[in-house]
C-alpha cells in the first residue's frame, strides 16, 4: 500500500546513514520520484499516495518539498513532517498507509543502490530530459506546478525496462 513521499524519503536516509551518506533535498525528490516510476512500471502501482509536480527543477513532491524546507542547503538526515506540509499536498485517491510492503522497500533499495550514489544533475537525464514527463507537463514553464500523470511516469519507466541491456 503506498505511503507519503515523506516516509519514502525517510526511508532513503535511512538507507544512506547506514552507509554513512546523505542526500540533499533535490536528491531526495529525484529519488522518491525515480522510485515511484519502478514500482508504476514494475507492479502497476503507486508507490506514494501523492502525486509529482512539475517545478522548475523537476518533479517534485510538495508534502517532501515543505517538509525539507529546514534543512536548506545542508544534508538532509531527518524528514521533518510539518503542519503546512499536510495542508498543501495534491493527494491521490489511494489509501496511504506507511507500513511499506516487502515489495516495495525493495524497490527502494534497489533505487537507491542504482541510483543513489549519482549526482542530482545525472539524474536530471532520467527525470528532466526533453522527452521525460516533467519536461512534457512543465513545457518551458507553462505546466508549473501541474501534475504529472501516474500514465505518463509509469509508461516512461516501463519504456526503460523494455529496453535491452548492454
Not at 6 to 25: C, H, N, P
Not at 48 to 61: I, K, L, N, Q, S
Not at 92 to 116: C, M, R
Request: hydrophobic letters at 40%; aromatic letters at 8%; glycine letters at 8%.
Amino acid at each position: 500500500m503506498p505511503g507519503w513521499s515523506t516516509e519514502i524519503a525517510e526511508e532513503f536516509v535511512r538507507l544512506a546513514a547506514a552507509d554513512g551518506a546523505a542526500f540533499s533535498q533535490v536528491h531526495l525528490q529525484e529519488l522518491v520520484y525515480i522510485a515511484h516510476g519502478w514500482c508504476l512500471a514494475l507492479t502497476g502501482q503507486p508507490l506514494t499516495g501523492d502525486r509529482p509536480e512539475a517545478m522548475e527543477h523537476g518533479p517534485e513532491y510538495r508534502r517532501l518539498a515543505n517538509a525539507l524546507v529546514r534543512s536548506g542547503i545542508r544534508a538532509v538526515t531527518r524528514v521533518e513532517i510539518v503542519g503546512a506540509a499536510l495542508s498543501e499536498t495534491k493527494l491521490d485517491a489511494v489509501s496511504v498507509d506507511a507500513n511499506f510492503h516487502p515489495d516495495e522497500l525493495a524497490i527502494v533499495a534497489q533505487v537507491y543502490t542504482h541510483y543513489g550514489h549519482l549526482r542530482p544533475s545525472e539524474l536530471a537525464q532520467l527525470t528532466r530530459a526533453d522527452d521525460t514527463p516533467w519536461a512534457k507537463v512543465y513545457a518551458g514553464g507553462s505546466g508549473k506546478g501541474r501534475d504529472i500523470s501516474h500514465t505518463m511516469i509509469r509508461d516512461q519507466f516501463a519504456e526503460i525496462a523494455a529496453k535491452p541491456v548492454g
